[in-house]
């Protein structure tokens, strides 16, 4: 068959298109300044941190060193307790009873969240059904359950993972059900013209296109989740990080809350940029950065 | 041309019309069309932008439904797309997860067209060929020009080797020389293999060296204002009298007044 390119000279013949730019020293610092000037951040913000509170007429009751809150952190995340405490002082105890709930509600959130807002972009009858309840509950701030949850199912762990699915599973529901709704209408065209049915248009073109949504609801509820999290074990329960932040305050161990606070932002960015990641490894397209 | 006497596509008085709901009102689009269209002819349609080129056409392939009138396909009325039928599409229309070839077999996954795997792959790698695209089926379409990412809409349709093609300015985003190649290109498909073809384009001269006739459509509503009938014998883009012969200035002139005044409409809000 004759070729276009018999014809014309093209950008494709050219064996010199797409150069190898090697390892240049600009091109390493492009990769890795993100980290070094984050680093060298936050290596500054503690030094002032600690200078401040060795030098300066600071309570160590409202803000301690730096150092200490470091030396807390590195204990309590290297020792457990005993057996047969009633009572752990390891940040490691709580931060795995937190982890563990955290991890056991986003997963019965996905489960529910994901089919649930799939099922709504996809059906209309459906949709009109659950969307009010969906609203309502997703703009009641879920803390106002909390006191009820506690009613219902006492001081206990299933009361925390309850907490953290409601947190956790409307963001879930919301982003899948608007990835189906938004899905390119002349991409189900093209789909259609080439001979797609039903079944096949979801899973050919409504699924990975609202894959990044999906993702990115899961992002979200890791947010709330973690809220959910605190709050529960802040208000009923004797383990987890949220109540250990209490009990260290009430004991006036303010180096330990502060050791729990990094454990949390080190936690919640370390999943979201996981997220981050995943998203941008499923979905290359949504994150084109030419422009 | 391998064009016969034989109606393919039949559209009579067909009407499309739009719901607006936000206003409580309809838009129609097309207004009783009727235009037989015979198997192996080459139809282009004209027209003033909004004036209801691609409405046709997708009610052609089965995408919209149709307000009024009938338009059939081999005497059956049009419902659904039919694996007789591909199109290109005027926004390309690519699946952005998938890499080039895997764009271009997504019709071999939807539908049986009972090919064995080499002749799919031949097939795929002819139409890259065709397209020029060759080196870049593992690109993903975020990666390629807007007029590469035609050309992939391009050959994703010539792949499924259709009894009918219906292209929507097919060759818009394409640079002039790109677009000479692939007009000629086209025109050689057509006529070889016989295809059915109708073809949208803002081109007048792109009009009257492919088209068998020229479909002029006017504006709001959408009616056929005129069809001019282009004889000259093919191969055409090869021939280099064709475009300086007196009869295509004459041709050439005849369309444009009749776009332009369409045009003016359109400019002045009608
Ligand atoms: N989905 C839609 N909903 C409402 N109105 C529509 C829709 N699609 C098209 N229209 C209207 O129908 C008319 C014809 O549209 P169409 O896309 O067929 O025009 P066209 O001739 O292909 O134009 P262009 O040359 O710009 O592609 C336009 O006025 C447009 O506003
Ligand atoms: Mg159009």
Not at chain 1, 157 to 176: E, G, H, K, R, Y
Not at chain 1, 186 to 215: D, E, W
Not at chain 2, 36 to 56: A, H, Q, R, Y
Not at chain 2, 235 to 241: A, G, I, T, V
Request: charged letters at 20%; glycine letters at 8%; a neutral charge.
């Amino acid at each position: 068959m004759a070729k276009v390119s018999d014809q014309i000279k093209y950008e494709t013949d050219d064996p010199n298109r797409i150069q190898d730019v090697g390892w240049t020293l600009k091109e390493i610092w492009r990769r890795t300044r993100g980290i070094v000037v984050t680093s060298i951040n936050l290596i500054i913000f503690f030094i002032l941190w600690e200078l401040a509170t060795t030098y300066g007429n600071i309570n160590s009751l409202f803000l301690p060193k730096a150092s200490a809150m470091f030396q807390e952190l590195w204990v309590g995340m290297t020792t457990r307790a005993p057996e047969g405490a009633v009572f752990s002082g390891s940040i490691l105890d709580h931060f795995l009873h937190s982890f563990k709930n955290l991890m056991t509600g986003l997963a019965i959130a996905c489960a529910i969240g994901i089919p649930g807002g799939l099922l709504m972009g996809g059906n209309k009858y459906i949709e009109s059904i659950l969307s009010p309840y969906v609203w309502a509950l997703a703009s009641l701030p879920r803390i106002a359950l909390v006191p009820l949850f506690i009613l219902f199912l006492g001081f206990t762990t299933t009361m925390q993972v309850t907490i953290i699915v409601l947190s956790a599973v409307f963001p879930i529901i919301i982003n899948a059900w608007a990835g189906v709704k938004t899905t390119e209408k002349s991409l189900l065209a093209a789909a259609k013209v080439f001979g797609a049915n039903r079944t096949q248009l979801y899973y050919k073109v409504v699924l990975p296109y609202t894959l990044p949504f999906i993702i990115s609801g899961i992002q979200q509820g890791i947010g709330r989740g973690l809220i959910g999290v605190v709050i529960a074990e802040l208000f009923g329960g004797s383990n987890g990080l949220g109540y250990l932040i209490q009990r260290s305050a009430d004991t006036f161990n303010t180096a330990m809350t502060f050791a729990v606070l990094l454990l949390l932002i080190v936690m919640s960015l370390s999943l979201i940029n996981f997220t981050r990641w995943l998203e941008a490894k499923v979905a290359p397209w949504r994150n084109v950065n030419h422009l | 041309m391998s064009k016969s006497n034989e109606n393919i596509i039949v559209a009579e008085d067909l009407s499309i019309s739009y719901d607006l709901h936000r206003e409580r009102k309809k838009l129609i689009a097309l207004q009783n069309i009727s235009l037989e269209i015979k198997k192996g002819e080459f139809v282009v349609l004209v027209g003033p932008s909004g004036c209801g080129k691609t409405s046709f056409i997708n009610a052609i392939s089965g995408l919209i439904p149709k307000s009024g009138g009938s338009v059939k396909v081999r005497d059956v009325e049009v419902t659904a797309p039919g694996p007789d039928r591909a199109m290109v599409f005027q926004d390309y229309a690519l699946l952005p997860w998938r890499t080039v070839e895997a764009n271009i077999r997504l019709p071999y996954e939807l539908q049986n067209l009972g090919l064995s795997e080499e002749e799919k792959q031949a097939r795929v790698k002819n139409a890259l060929e065709l397209v020029d695209l060759v080196g870049f089926e593992k690109s993903f379409p975020y990666e390629l020009s807007g007029g590469m990412k035609q050309r992939v809409g391009i050959a994703r349709a010539l792949a499924t080797n259709p009894d009918i093609l219906l292209a929507d300015e097919p060759f818009a985003a394409i640079d002039a020389m790109t677009r000479e190649a692939m007009q000629a290109e086209m025109e050689r498909i057509v006529m070889e293999t016989g295809q059915t073809c109708v073809f949208i384009t803002h081109s007048i001269d792109e009009a009257i060296l492919l088209g068998d006739r020229v479909v002029v459509i006017s504006y709001r509503p959408g009616q056929i204002k005129e069809i001019v009938d282009v004889d000259f014998p093919r191969p055409r883009m090869s021939n280099s009298e064709v475009k300086i012969s007196k009869k295509y200035a004459e041709l050439r002139d005849h369309i444009w007044n009749l776009v332009k005044d369409e045009a003016m409409q359109t400019t002045r809000g009608e």
